[in-house]
């Protein structure tokens, strides 16, 4: 399975089941309906543009949308959104913000909600700011394999260090207890 970020607020998971009629799946950058599968051609799964005409798709996208996120979709286990927040943070901020405001006398909502705004705000100020040191072994790695290559090759390792630094789009994923797993 793997887990996949469509935006910030909607996320889906794929397996590799096969694509039927009605199933969501992923393909050319976003999320298509199978409305019939046509076996006699090149692209059997059938969907409807944007005008309402059918395009077929190829046999190799990613795969069938088995649990969504933050985007409610026709016959797909939509789970809270903050699932995946929790599994590829490692943490779960609605749950710091109980632990750091409770004080054994409960809670108040708007308290957390606070806690949450400001967690999110600070988030947003940093987020282009995320290196960690394994980051840094990767590009001192790159650097010292770009120099030891001639230069077609140098070009390969440019590219594949600065995917390397991007935010992660994908993740490989299962379902362990009903919670998402990184893995």
Request: hydrophobic content about 35%; overall charge negative.
């Amino acid at each position: 399975m793997m887990l996949i970020k469509l935006s910030e607020a909607h996320y889906i998971i794929v397996d590799d089941s096969e694509i039927r009629k009605g199933k969501y799946f992923f393909a050319n950058q976003g999320l298509r309906k199978c409305i019939r599968v046509d076996e006699n051609t090149s692209c059997p799964y059938i969907t409807l543009n944007e005008e309402g005409k059918e395009v077929g798709h190829f046999k190799t996208w990613k795969g069938v949308v088995t649990y969504s996120f933050g985007i409610e979709l026709e016959d797909v286990e939509n789970k809270p959104l903050s699932e995946v927040q929790e599994a590829i943070n490692g943490y779960s901020v609605e749950k710091m913000a109980i632990k750091d405001l409770d004080d054994g006398d409960g809670v108040k909502g708007i308290d957390i909600k606070n806690w949450i705004k400001g967690f999110k705000s600070h988030q947003e100020l940093v987020k282009d700011k995320l290196f960690t040191a394994e980051d840094m072994q990767l590009a001192f790695a790159k650097g010292n394999d770009y120099a030891h290559k001639p230069y077609p090759q140098n070009v390969q390792f440019e590219n594949e260090y600065k995917q390397s630094l991007l935010p992660k789009t994908e993740w490989d994923v299962e379902i362990v207890e009903g919670k998402i797993k990184l893995i």
